[in-house]
């Protein structure tokens, strides 16, 4: 079902608050936002960011944001309806050609996703996101560039785990799960008290055959954000992929 009733704006703020209040409000909500989007909680970040843009329709963090919320979502379809809704408002934002660009490569457009990985570096776009996104691009069409990119994101951001988790979380999508660890290491090393670091080590370890040592991380994730639904879920998951050969064992026992 389309989340696309949820995404519009109400656009009443304007006639009930004056500026200053209506300012306040955007930047509350976008906080909320962003910490929504940092714990994997990408469904009420959607919810918040359509909030920051009742109070400012013209705020692009709160558009990318969306786009970047569908994306990690996996509804890329959507992203990239919503992507074009807001370039319509906000033509030549760096952080949406980019965020549309991901949506097009997830999509398999990769030519029409470079193009804009272009533009949003043409726009002057040197942020961590912009070259975060470029190297999810590079990445879809198996280019070898996409080492640099995220280099490039990290060094833009020193020391800051979220953008560490997020190319770790790119990585992870295309199946670099090496690569994938080493940086959801790092984000643990940056920030050891943030769930989603471990969730994300977690999931790399699983990937690559290394199934208790995912369990001690998703403990680990799960002793952090105990009512977490993703955490409770991987083990769960875990635990039934466990059962199974058990129970093989039982039998061949019976069997002998």
Known sequence: MSRFGNLELEGGASELQPESRQNQDASRWLVEAETAFGQMEFESALRFYARVLEFDANQSTAWAGQVRALIELGEFREAQVWADKALERLPTSPELLAAKGVALARLGDLDSALALSDASLEERGDTPYIWLARGDVLLARKEGRAEFCFERACSLAPRNALIVWLAGRIRHYYDQ??????????????????FAHWVLMGDCQLA?????????????????????????????????????PKLLGKVRDLLR
């Open 208 to 244: 690559l055959g290394w199934s208790e040592n995912a369990r001690r991380s998703w403990i680990q994730a799960e002793q952090l954000a105990p009512r977490s639904d993703a955490v409770s879920r991987r083990l769960l998951q875990l635990d039934r992929r466990g059962l199974v």
């Open 177 to 194: 799960f090496a690569a994938a660890l080493k940086l959801a290491q790092t984000a643990v090393e940056l920030d050891a008290g943030r």
